[in-house]
């Protein structure tokens, strides 16, 4: 597990490298399929402090099988992200400025141009309330089932990200540089429309255009790159 660690490593302070995190309010996880182990940063470290050996390893039901310190508080919400999304190989959670601010003001993330169709196959969505009646069984794990209901009818691979009203987003890709790109994207795609629709409230963007943008660069005939 030691590559899986130090990837998950670099991910998380690329974290910091990229303004997405300030303190410790963030953190990055990968799985490994074939053992069915998870690896994440641990709990309220600093990321100046962090090194490899700190990176937590444990199963899909959350038992800790390697490391000295406890995972993130949001262990939970990842692990249940990876049951329910086989695409996922690595998952980012952040509380980054503007992809907060929608997630707060409860919204989804609209599509309003390119930039955003390049990355994302519609819009970004935002999670129901939390059921506070279900939390018995953990607020971090009904979180979690929150982003899976969200995304009934939904690609997870398509749209890999959610908005979790109230709180911030979760990202994920294939593996822990494709998770932290698509945190990045969201968050610049987030401003965008803040400032877009501070300009023009009501802009939007054809969704022919939107689907000749995803399709040339995921599409099965894409044109985009070498």
């Given at each position: 597990m030691h590559n899986l660690k130090e990837q998950v490593l670099e991910a998380n302070l690329e974290l910091v490298r990229r303004g997405l995190v300030i303190y410790t309010w963030g953190n990055v996880s990968a799985i490994d399929r074939a053992k069915g182990l998870v690896v994440i940063k641990p709990s309220g470290v600093k990321y100046e402090c962090l090194t490899a050996d700190d990176i937590v390893v444990l199963d899909l039901e959350g038992k800790v099988v390697e490391g000295r310190l406890k995972p993130s508080s949001d262990t939970p919400t990842h692990l249940e992200i990876y049951k329910a999304f086989p695409y996922a190989g690595a998952v980012v959670h952040t509380h980054s400025t503007y992809a907060t601010a929608w997630a707060q003001a409860g919204l989804d993330l609209p599509c309003l141009g390119t930039t955003h169709a390049d990355c994302f196959h519609g819009p970004i969505p935002c999670t129901d309330s939390l059921d506070f009646n279900a939390l018995a069984v953990g607020y971090e794990k009904e979180t979690g089932l929150a982003i899976i209901r969200r995304f009934e009818g939904l690609d997870p691979?398509?749209?890999?990200?959610?908005?979790?009203?109230?709180?911030?987003?979760?990202?994920?890709?294939?593996?822990?540089?494709?998770?932290?790109?698509?945190?990045?994207?969201?968050?610049?795609?987030?401003?965008?429309?803040?400032?877009?629709?501070?300009?023009?409230?009501?802009?939007?963007?054809?969704?022919?255009?939107?689907?000749?943008?995803?399709?040339?660069?995921?599409?099965?005939?894409?044109?985009?790159?070498?």
């Open positions: 691979a398509e749209t890999p990200a959610a908005l979790v009203r109230n709180h911030g987003p979760f990202v994920w890709g294939k593996d822990a540089p494709g998770a932290i790109y698509n945190a990045v994207v969201l968050e610049e795609v987030a401003r965008m429309a803040a400032i877009t629709l501070g300009i023009n409230p009501a802009a939007g963007c054809p969704s022919e255009l939107q689907e000749i943008h995803y399709m040339r660069k995921h599409g099965p005939k894409a044109t985009y790159g070498q």
